[in-house]
């Protein structure tokens, strides 16, 4: 019974991969090198739920559903399963990761058939799940919210759990009406109740006056919406541009009645149908995709950016991981940043500096960002550094972006001449942002970089300035191959209480923001005279005078 329920609601009937899942087996769950221990998962009978045993004081069932997964990767893919594991393990180990906050899970099966057996039957179920069509996902819906009720587990729902499944639908309904009800009900309703059952129970209890309004007021043709009403609807409480061709598929597509279809008339089933289809939502279905002008300089755009991309946390004591990379990046995130500080064995690590942070390597980082930097996007992806290392180091960061990233690196400016604006977004590579030793005129005329390269900052009006330089040629030292590798930045603002906020801003959309720069990324240089530099929206920096006193 509880196979027939789930193949109906999932869309796979009679299906080898749902019933494997059902059935379920054992499986070795990591947590560190010395953690790993044997556990039992299976798919519950709702179909959206993953039973997995626990050894844990009175948490003995746990459960996470289906909603909750992110993606099912195969491999040594999570962090955890590339530091516990051995490279031997590879094909025998899948990772399910979770959305928002929760940790992995990281599995390791008995063999490797068994291992692709659950990737491949846990990404069907997810994708037929979320490819229901309405009616079976509602029903679905409704069946797991039955199972819910059903606190004690007998297939039935006595009055009060009957009460506790319509506020779990949404219907809030006083005492009086749930025993009306559930008088005209069988005495004892059955959870594992189908089909015309289930409607018949739902549908007084989900009838919606304000439909039966709007319905009526345009089905004009003997109770029925003819294409010209509905063209009528559309344009008026819609706001569409529709035809009557249009309103011929919307007809066809939703209407449950043959024989209103075949005169091409729309049932009140039939408009229910299609407005709980997103098809009838207000967003205008040619926006679903960039509609936009890509075609403008980068700084025109809002860029989705991250802070500390690397922590899963607190910036205090919570942990740093390379999936936080991933995350970020496979939701769109186009610019992420990287604290880098020098590591032991010579490897740059990557935390919040002189906090209680977890430590990643820089290497791993770059290896997360490689591998999904366009999986979402096409757009470029910005490594923003926010650079600590050591000169030593700092070439070991340069030598890891340059051979990971490979051809994905933009390491020259686009173009045969100096550019003189962003380059467009349509450019689908990664950018560095960080900051040049030289101008980038310094690129297209050698000559001028012996003069250039100690102009890290600007022209400082203290009397100690050639000793502040000097400090800072001493840090930077000749590091030009991460200076290289920042061709489109900024250079460093004299005005000190704009400086900080500028190390962690990443970028502006105002189009004026080109008035700053001189060359792609490049601030212009600008003399703090009796002037403050404020942050506005639409505006990075603004030149107010200050009050007079």
Same mark, same amino acid.
């Given at each position: 019974?509880?196979?027939?329920? %789930?193949?109906?609601?999932? &869309?796979?009937?009679?299906?080898?991969?749902?019933?494997?899942? *059902? =059935?379920?087996?054992?499986?070795?769950?990591?947590?560190?090198?010395?953690? +790993?221990?044997?556990? #039992? !998962?299976?798919?519950?009978?709702?179909? +959206?739920?993953?039973?997995?045993?626990?050894?844990?004081?009175?948490?003995?069932?746990?459960?996470?559903?289906?909603?909750?997964?992110?993606?099912?990767?195969?491999?040594?893919?999570?962090?955890?399963?590339?530091?516990?594991?051995?490279?031997?393990?590879?094909?025998? %180990?899948?990772?399910?990761?979770?959305? &928002?906050?929760?940790?992995?899970?990281? *599995?390791?099966?008995?063999? $490797?058939?068994?291992?692709?057996?659950?990737?491949?039957?846990?990404?069907? *179920?997810?994708?037929?799940?979320?490819?229901?069509?309405?009616?079976? $996902?509602?029903?679905?819906?409704?069946?797991?919210?039955?199972?819910?009720?059903?606190?004690?587990?007998?297939?039935?729902?006595?009055?009060?759990?009957?009460?506790?499944?319509?506020?779990?639908?949404?219907?809030?309904?006083?005492?009086?009406?749930?025993?009306?009800?559930?008088?005209?009900?069988?005495?004892?309703?059955?959870?594992?109740?189908?089909?015309?059952?289930?409607?018949?129970?739902?549908?007084?209890?989900?009838?919606?006056?304000?439909?039966?309004?709007?319905?009526?007021?345009?089905?004009?043709?003997?109770?029925?919406?003819?294409?010209?009403?509905? @063209?009528?609807?559309?344009?008026?409480?819609?706001?569409?541009?529709?035809?009557?061709?249009?309103?011929?598929?919307?007809?066809?597509?939703?209407?449950?009645?043959?024989?209103?279809?075949?005169?091409?008339?729309?049932?009140?089933?039939?408009?229910?149908?299609?407005?709980?289809?997103?098809?009838?939502?207000?967003?205008?279905?040619?926006?679903?995709?960039?509609?936009?002008?890509?075609?403008?300089?980068?700084?025109?755009?809002?860029?989705?950016?991250?802070?500390?991309?690397?922590? !899963?946390?607190?910036?205090?004591?919570?942990?740093?991981?390379?999936?936080?990379? @991933?995350?970020?990046?496979?939701?769109?995130?186009?610019?992420?940043? !990287?604290?880098?500080?020098?590591?032991?064995?010579?490897?740059?690590?990557?935390?919040?500096?002189? /906090?209680?942070?977890?430590?990643?390597?820089?290497?791993?980082?770059?290896?997360?960002?490689?591998?999904?930097?366009?999986?979402?996007?096409? #757009?470029?992806?910005?490594?923003?550094?926010?650079?600590?290392?050591?000169?030593?180091?700092?070439?070991?960061?340069?030598?890891?972006?340059?051979?990971?990233?490979?051809?994905?690196? @933009?390491?020259?400016?686009?173009?045969?001449?100096?550019?003189? &604006?962003?380059?467009?977004?349509?450019? &689908?590579?990664?950018?560095?942002?960080?900051?040049?030793?030289?101008?980038?005129?310094? /690129?297209?005329?050698?000559?001028?970089?012996?003069?250039?390269? /100690?102009?890290?900052?600007?022209?400082?009006?203290?009397?100690?300035?050639? =000793? $502040?330089?000097?400090?800072?040629?001493?840090?930077?030292?000749?590091?030009?191959?991460?200076?290289?590798?920042?061709?489109? @930045?900024?250079?460093?603002?004299?005005?000190?209480?704009?400086?900080?906020?500028?190390?962690?801003?990443?970028?502006?959309?105002?189009?004026?923001?080109?008035?700053?720069? /001189?060359?792609?990324?490049?601030?212009?240089?600008?003399?703090?005279?009796?002037? =403050?530099?404020?942050?506005?929206?639409?505006?990075?920096?603004? $030149?107010?005078?200050?009050?007079?006193?």
């Amino acid at each position: 019974m509880c196979f027939a329920l %789930c193949s109906l609601f999932s &869309g796979l009937e009679g299906d080898a991969d749902l019933q494997f899942l *059902l =059935e379920g087996g054992d499986l070795l769950k990591v947590r560190s090198s010395s953690w +790993k221990k044997t556990r #039992y !998962l299976k798919l519950e009978p709702d179909c +959206k739920t993953i039973w997995h045993e626990s050894k844990k004081t009175f948490k003995s069932k746990q459960t996470f559903s289906l909603d909750d997964i992110s993606a099912v990767r195969q491999g040594r893919q999570s962090e955890g399963l590339r530091k516990y594991t051995e490279e031997q393990v590879e094909n025998r %180990c899948f990772s399910i990761i979770f959305k &928002g906050r929760k940790k992995n899970l990281d *599995l390791i099966a008995s063999s $490797e058939e068994e291992a692709k057996q659950w990737v491949t039957s846990l990404h069907k *179920l997810i994708s037929n799940m979320n490819n229901l069509s309405q009616p079976r $996902e509602g029903r679905a819906w409704i069946f797991n919210c039955l199972r819910k009720a059903d606190k004690n587990s007998d297939d039935k729902l006595s009055q009060k759990e009957l009460k506790d499944f319509l506020r779990m639908i949404n219907i809030d309904l006083d005492d009086e009406y749930a025993e009306i009800l559930f008088q005209v009900m069988p005495s004892q309703l059955w959870v594992c109740c189908l089909g015309a059952e289930i409607e018949h129970f739902y549908d007084p209890a989900d009838h919606r006056e304000e439909v039966d309004v709007i319905y009526g007021e345009y089905a004009k043709t003997a109770g029925y919406m003819s294409a010209d009403n509905l @063209v009528e609807f559309l344009m008026t409480e819609q706001r569409e541009r529709a035809t009557l061709a249009d309103a011929h598929k919307l007809i066809e597509k939703y209407e449950v009645d043959e024989k209103a279809k075949e005169k091409k008339l729309l049932s009140k089933d039939g408009f229910l149908m299609y407005l709980h289809h997103p098809e009838s939502l207000v967003l205008k279905p040619e926006h679903k995709e960039v509609y936009q002008d890509m075609s403008q300089p980068l700084n025109h755009y809002f860029i989705s950016s991250s802070h500390n991309t690397y922590l !899963l946390e607190d910036q205090l004591k919570g942990p740093s991981s390379t999936e936080a990379y @991933v995350r970020a990046l496979v939701k769109g995130c186009r610019c992420v940043e !990287l604290d880098c500080w020098d590591g032991s064995d010579g490897e740059p690590v990557i935390y919040h500096g002189h /906090t209680l942070t977890s430590k990643i390597l820089f290497k791993d980082a770059i290896k997360a960002i490689k591998d999904y930097a366009f999986k979402t996007s096409d #757009y470029p992806v910005i490594i923003s550094l926010e650079n600590h290392c050591s000169v030593e180091q700092q070439k070991v960061m340069a030598h890891h972006m340059s051979s990971i990233l490979g051809s994905d690196l @933009v390491t020259a400016p686009l173009g045969d001449c100096m550019p003189t &604006g962003f380059p467009s977004p349509e450019v &689908g590579e990664v950018v560095v942002k960080g900051k040049r030793l030289n101008k980038l005129e310094a /690129t297209f005329a050698p000559e001028a970089a012996a003069e250039d390269d /100690t102009d890290v900052t600007e022209e400082e009006d203290s009397n100690d300035e050639e =000793e $502040e330089q000097e400090n800072r040629r001493e840090r930077w030292g000749d590091v030009k191959e991460t200076s290289f590798l920042s061709l489109y @930045v900024r250079e460093r603002i004299s005005c000190p209480n704009v400086e900080v906020f500028l190390q962690h801003f990443f970028l502006a959309s105002a189009g004026n923001l080109c008035n700053l720069f /001189t060359s792609t990324f490049s601030v212009q240089k600008r003399r703090s005279s009796n002037c =403050e530099r404020a942050v506005g929206h639409g505006d990075l920096l603004q $030149e107010r005078p200050l009050p007079r006193l």
